[in-house]
């Protein structure tokens, strides 16, 4: 392939970044629109099979557990926008709600260093998958999991398992607390992914993530600073795992290590269900947000159902698998 052709690729993914300019509706708002749909059809089926189901707080709680996540699935959802995988993320929320309830020993006093320093902390994780993947060209798979099993192990070593004594009280009022009959974390969310969307879709960085997604050769002789951004793509998910583990400290009272496990799959399958693609340069922000969304749901739903935690993987599992053989569908139906 020659440079001309190279350069009309990039500009070409470029282009698909951009949202739509006419009345009709862009093919990658479809998927998003059908993870939302799937949402309400969730709800009003639980609500007609369980008429205590569905209510104001209820609603409002699947939310507030929605929190975590929507910023996971964020930074996960620009690791995977380059064609990569962070596979550290459980870890890293581990880490920082562990860090947090370590720094303020269940006291405010500490709040005003203890929050810098964790997201510091975790983004640092992130530099290093980052420049792992960016300058030292090692698979994502092996340097996110490489990570993991090692900062893992500092942890443990620092902590030896225990679980860490209760977080400063803000943080757990944050997580609790309403203003106009609505919780917190509710406002949160809305501001988090009006700045992830604006960041994604209509930033000049974020359809540079396109480009290098699409196509890293085009990228390259554009001059695209794919290094950079690469790293900065890791970082910036090193801090979305930061930032969800403060919360799901404050949610819980309390932290864990291994308490952001639980978020690694569903922080793919968020993704995935969105209808980003897994090989990259493919998917919107909002796709994301429905796919986390539902996600929330269908957790709630499935507790509601006492169903075990097996179950709930063999649900995630599947629909990971059925969204990849969607699109899949897709890509064959745009090449004929």
Request: proline residues 4%.
């Amino acid at each position: 392939m020659t440079d001309r052709q190279l350069i009309d690729k990039a500009e070409a993914s470029d282009l698909d970044a951009r949202p739509p300019r006419s009345g009709l509706v862009a093919s990658e708002l479809v998927p998003a629109i059908t993870v939302f749909a799937a949402t309400a059809l969730l709800i009003i089926g639980m609500k007609i099979a369980n008429p205590n189901f569905g209510s104001f707080e209820q609603l409002t709680a699947i939310l507030v557990t929605a929190i975590f996540l929507v910023v996971a699935s964020f930074g996960q959802g620009l690791v995977i926008l380059l064609g990569g995988i962070d596979l550290s993320l459980g870890v890293v929320i581990g880490v920082g709600g562990m860090m947090v309830a370590e720094l303020t020993r269940g006291s405010n006093d500490a709040l005003l260093y203890a929050i810098p320093l964790t997201l510091l902390c975790c983004l640092g994780i992130g530099l290093i998958n980052g420049i792992g993947v960016a300058i030292a060209k090692i698979p994502p798979f092996i340097v996110t999991l490489a990570s993991g099993i090692t900062f893992f192990g500092v942890a443990l070593g620092f902590t030896a398992g225990n679980s860490q004594q209760a977080v400063a009280p803000a943080v757990q009022q944050f997580m609790s607390s309403r203003w106009l009959g609505v919780p917190y974390p509710v406002y949160f969310i809305v501001i988090f992914a009006a700045l992830a969307w604006l960041f994604q879709n209509r930033s000049t960085e974020g359809r540079k993530l396109y480009a290098i997604g699409s196509s890293p050769g085009a990228a390259q002789v554009l001059g695209l600073p794919i290094a950079s951004l690469t790293i900065t793509v890791y970082a910036i998910s090193g801090l979305c795992a930061g930032i969800t583990g403060i919360l799901l400290a404050g949610y819980s009272s309390s932290a864990t290590l291994d308490m952001g496990d639980a978020l690694l799959m569903p922080s793919i399958a968020a993704v995935v269900i969105g209808g980003a693609r897994v090989t990259g340069g493919s998917g919107i922000y909002l796709g994301t947000l429905a796919g986390a969304l539902f996600l929330s749901t269908l957790s709630t739903v499935i507790t509601t159902l006492s169903l075990s935690q097996g179950f709930r993987d063999l649900v995630q599992g599947g629909i990971i698998i059925i969204a990849l053989l969607l699109q899949r569908g897709r890509l064959n139906l745009r090449s004929r």
